[in-house]
Structures are given as structure tokens and as C-alpha cells.
């Protein structure tokens, strides 16, 4: 069974630009949540889709915002980049076929973003 | 707010030696505690989880962890070591059924396996 696959895997933009992060998730699963890993602040969750819906979102500004297609993919969106924005976003997908499973979350490879 | 604690930023230990990874909780009600390790520029590796149940968990690559509710910490085990075991280990907790797909990470600890 193919893994999570995340494109592109490294992206450089400028200040102030918008970007579009892509993440295919294992076949059949249904809930996709992303994450951003900086050093000075750890993972941090930005936000889960299940079956096209936002079902949870963490702390992050309004200028972080995703989606999800039928068929699972997700994308994750960010306006008006900032230098602070540079950081490996990963992708995760899991069956959590319910909202009380706790099923683990397989993670892609990341998309490495540096903002100039 | 629910958290996770890794006191340690780094362990080192020698190869063949048995390995310590620290990590301790912070949540009402009952948490669901996971383990992942990243290697450098990869994604990471989901390791085992605890979710009920018996407090000895067992998990990939012989690695094992251990609830311990009154401590509130789950740590992280194994007999012995390898080189290859050095990566960066994540504690996580998903704290109540309305949180799933949320994972609230710990800052992570650099193991060192030296020959």
C-alpha cells in the first residue's frame, strides 16, 4: 500500500505570497490533519479534514486554511506568507472511520517551505 | 490545556545497552498516548500507542512503552540498542474522542546510540 505522498516536497517563496501545499493520503483513509514543525516551536497541529469537513483546527492564524476533495486529498493553503511561516509542513492521514477511534496517524515525507 | 512533557532534549547511550526515553502527560479524563520517531528529512514513524488496557505496550522495531497513570508518564523502552535506533522520539496525546486527528506533540528528544 502506497504511503502518504506530499507535494512538493521543498518550496521557496518571498514574503507576502501565497502558497498551496498538496497531500494524497493512504488509500482508504478518510481523515487527513496537518501539522507544522519548526524548531523554535515543535509540531504543532494546524487543522484535520474528514470526509470533506474541517473537524478540528488548532491555533493558527486565519491566513492558514485547507481543504479536503472526495477523494480524500487535501490541500493547505497559506496567504500573505511571512518569514515565520518557513518550516517543514507534514501531512498525516488515519482511518479514524469515528470520531472516538484512535486510530494512528501515518505521516508523509513533509513539504519544506522557506520563505525569503 | 492538555501537554506533553519530554524533560530530556537529548539521551545517549551505548550500543547494546537498554535505552530511556522520558515522557509525561498532562490531561483530564483519559489520555491516549502515542510514540514517533523521525529520522533526518523524513516524515515520522508512528512507534505504538496506548489507548486501554494493559500498561505495557509493545511496538515496533522492539521497542516498548509503559502507562504509568499515577506518574502520568509514558516512557519509552528498549532491551538494547542500535546505532540505527539514533532519530529524533516524539511523546503525543490525543486527549478525548472529540479531539481525534489531533495530536498535541511533546518537543521531542535527540537519541544517540554510539557504537
Known amino acids: 500500500k502506497a504511503g502518504v505522498t506530499q507535494t512538493p516536497r521543498y518550496l521557496i517563496k518571498t514574503r507576502g505570497q501565497q502558497v498551496t501545499l498538496s497531500c494524497s493520503p493512504i488509500s482508504g483513509h478518510r481523515s487527513v490533519s496537518w501539522y507544522q514543525q519548526t524548531p523554535g516551536q515543535g509540531l504543532q497541529f494546524l487543522f484535520e479534514?474528514?470526509?470533506?469537513?474541517?473537524?478540528n483546527k488548532g491555533n493558527f492564524p486565519g491566513r492558514f486554511s485547507g481543504r479536503q476533495f472526495s477523494n480524500s486529498r487535501s490541500e493547505m493553503n497559506v496567504s500573505t506568507l511571512e518569514l515565520g511561516d518557513s518550516a517543514l509542513y507534514l501531512c498525516?492521514?488515519?482511518?479514524?472511520?469515528?470520531?472516538?477511534?484512535?486510530?494512528?496517524?501515518?505521516f508523509g515525507p513533509g513539504t519544506r517551505l522557506t520563505v525569503l | 490545556a492538555q501537554s506533553v512533557a519530554q524533560p530530556e532534549d537529548q539521551v545517549n547511550v551505548a550500543e547494546g545497552n537498554p535505552l530511556t526515553v522520558k515522557c509525561t502527560y498532562s490531561v483530564s479524563g483519559n489520555p491516549y498516548l502515542f510514540w514517533y520517531v523521525q529520522y533526518p528529512n523524513r516524515g515520522l514513524q508512528f512507534l505504538l500507542k496506548y489507548i486501554t488496557g494493559d500498561n505495557l505496550v509493545k511496538g515496533s522495531y522492539g521497542f516498548e512503552a509503559e502507562f504509568n497513570k499515577s506518574q502520568t508518564s509514558f516512557h519509552l523502552k528498549k532491551p538494547s540498542a542500535l546505532v540505527s535506533d539514533s532519530a529524533l522520539y516524539f511523546c503525543?496525546?490525543?486527549?478525548?474522542?472529540?479531539?481525534?486527528?489531533?495530536?498535541?506533540f511533546g518537543q521531542g528528544t535527540t537519541l544517540q546510540v554510539k557504537p
Open positions: 498525516a492521514s488515519s482511518l479514524a472511520s469515528w470520531a472516538g477511534g484512535m486510530d494512528e496517524q501515518f
Open positions: 479534514y474528514f470526509s470533506e469537513t474541517q473537524r
Open positions: 503525543a496525546v490525543i486527549h478525548g474522542s472529540g479531539n481525534t486527528g489531533k495530536l498535541i
